[in-house]
């Protein structure tokens, strides 16, 4: 048994509809204060991939020390997790109205108390070291845990991304798996436009890390690849999944001014008709680079 | 083995727990690895990284001992230790070498003057400031078993004073009287020079009694207040900047109850220090104990007492 595998087979219906439903929690939330929404909607297909197939995690076993481990490293992402954690029942979807209440801790990054949250990341750059601290300490309880960290693309302007994938490549630590939400936008620009990044993967791969890169809005090819882990046997693995910022609102997708987003109640019902299927919105309320 | 080796290697046995890390600062270690085995680290010359591994291995029980040159632990991994430990006031361990004077020779780019100031910013962090080998391995085990982080300033110096006093965190060792017109505020290894400079003071007729903090934070408050209702002067005496470390920790003690009483901060201004062996460093500073028994000395007249 490869102690890679994902957990469970593929039901593509399924991770589809828990994609929809986290992602309608992501506007939701950006209609209660505003959030990251199109740093979120980027990465809702990763994480419901995650969640309903390859994890090793449910509500029941979040204190298990053999689950897996998933880890946001880019914290601002936090209502695609809170979206996915609702749709499957780690949270009700009840808290998530609840968006920047001072009595409660669901805000713009994850907070440690919300179930299923691992870690409060927020501050880019911290994810993979820890990460590599929670994968090595398994290891050392000779413990089956796989940990997922996702970073986003604009975060590996941080070096100390790289310092920590040398670290983990050094000690060939097999069951830490980044994945890169590469949407090809950062805060204000484009990232090749800013800090180019590729060749990403040539990179990885000279720092030793087994390498894989896919479509990260389509299920199956997710799970193809994660289903061919480990890429390089005893090294750690990334995932660069092609994504696009805003992702299942064509009137936001790919728009370098839709990274935070505060939508007003009133232009709520257009905007869920778009996620369905319906016509494009056209929105008056603005969205922000910074 | 160096009694702080054979202590580290104790608490490995006892705690399970325990497991040592280190940014390529092996100068405490250096016998240690092959017999701490895989619960030995080395990530190499990487202090983000040494914290961040620190803080996920604390995510899953471990009690980490983390070991990197101060300067660099508490100044390039800081916001590490402020967001991943503090934040979750995770029960990580820091051990800072070489801090404040005992940079020596490196100069200012290895100078940790300002280490005390960053750590006690964060919440819930521990600082632990033992003034010789001897009293870093008595206190490590209620430091290294409390819950909380801490920061620890590691002193490779020979012992100031045989420590006879039984150890606690919040809890200065006292040398003298109490009732004594002066009392000395001290952490580190500096309590040698200061033991020395209280002999001066003696045989000048004047007394003072030494508080050595050993743990910084959390502060030895009782001895303060004690201090206060019997001393007329407070001397604090640091290898750090003025600003951030004890002095400043007694200012706030006294305004914060109202309490208006002289104090003599001996520490280094703003500015770095001189780069030499550890005798002249603390010649060229003026803090051997004749020094800074001179310094209370000249201070005495212009402050009234």
């Known amino acids: 048994m490869n102690p890679l595998a994902p957990a469970r087979a593929l039901e593509l219906d399924r991770v589809r509809a828990v994609a929809l439903q986290a992602r309608q929690h992501c506007i939701e939330m950006a209609a209660r204060g505003g959030c990251f929404l199109g740093a979120a909607l980027s990465c809702v297909d990763i994480l419901a991939y995650l969640y309903t197939t390859y994890l090793r995690l449910s509500p029941e076993r979040l204190e298990d020390p053999e689950r897996d481990y998933l880890l946001l490293s880019k914290g601002h992402a936090v209502p695609a997790l809170y979206g996915v954690l609702a749709a499957l029942g780690y949270i009700p979807e009840e808290r998530l109205h609840r968006h920047l209440q001072p009595e409660d801790a669901i805000y713009w990054h994850p907070n440690r108390s919300v179930p299923g949250v691992e870690f409060h990341f927020g501050s880019l750059g911290h994810g993979m070291a820890v990460a590599l601290g929670i994968a090595l300490e398994c290891r050392l309880r000779r413990s089956p845990n796989r940990v997922v960290v996702l970073l986003g693309d604009g975060e590996l302007n941080e070096g100390s991304v790289w310092e920590a994938a040398l670290v983990a490549a050094a000690y060939r630590v097999e069951q830490l798996i980044a994945v890169v939400d590469r949407n090809r936008l950062q805060a204000n620009m484009p990232t090749e436009e800013l800090i180019p990044l590729e060749p990403i993967a040539e990179k990885f791969r000279a720092f030793g890390w087994g390498v894989l890169r896919v479509d990260g809005h389509d299920p199956t090819a997710l799970h193809a690849a994660f289903s061919a882990l480990p890429e390089r046997p005893e090294h750690p693995s990334v995932i660069i999944a092609d994504t696009v910022r805003g992702k299942g609102l064509p009137s936001m997708e790919n728009r370098v001014d839709r990274w935070f987003c505060a939508i007003r109640p009133e232009e709520l019902p257009a905007l869920l008709a778009e996620l369905h299927g319906g016509a494009a919105a056209t929105l008056s309320s603005a969205g922000s680079a910074e | ?305």
């Open chain 2, 1 to 305: 083995m160096t009694p702080y080796e054979s202590t580290l290697l104790e608490l490995l046995q006892r705690d399970e727990r325990i497991v040592i890390l280190t940014a390529e600062n092996r100068a405490a270690l250096r016998n240690l690895p092959p017999l701490a085995g895989e619960r030995f680290l080395d990530v190499g010359i990487a202090e983000q990284t040494l914290i961040g591994v620190a803080a996920g291995m604390a995510l899953r029980g471990r009690i980490p001992i983390a070991h990197a040159l101060a300067a660099f632990l508490t100044m390039r991994a800081f916001e590490f230790i402020r967001t991943d430990v503090g934040i979750a006031r995770l029960p990580v361990k820091l051990v800072g070498g070489f801090p404040g004077f005992l940079s020596e020779g490196n100069g200012p780019t290895h100078q940790s003057l300002e280490d005390i100031a960053l750590m006690r910013s964060i919440p819930g962090m521990g600082i632990f400031c033992p003034a010789d080998e001897a009293e870093l391995v008595l206190g490590l085990p209620s430091v290294v078993m409390a819950p909380q982080p801490f920061y620890i300033r590691y002193p490779n110096v020979p012992a100031a004073v045989e420590h006879t006093q039984e150890f606690a965190l919040g809890k200065a060792e006292r040398f003298g009287d109490p009732e004594s017109p002066i009392a000395i505020f001290v952490y580190g290894f500096l309590l040698r020079e200061v033991l020395e400079a209280q002999e001066i003071l003696a045989s000048h007729g004047i007394g003072a009694c030494v508080y050595n903090l050993r743990t910084v934070v959390p502060l030895d408050e009782e001895a303060l207040l004690n201090a206060t209702l019997h001393a007329r002067l407070l001397v604090t005496v640091e290898d750090h900047f003025r600003h951030g470390g004890i002095a400043t920790m007694v200012a706030e003690f006294l305004t914060e109850r109202r309490l208006a009483l002289p104090v003599l901060p001996i520490a280094v201004p703003s500015r770095w220090v001189a780069a030499a062996p550890l005798a002249e460093l603390l010649r060229h500073e003026g803090f051997t104990g004749k020094q800074i028994a001179e310094r209370i000395l000249a201070a005495l007249p212009a402050l009234g007492v």
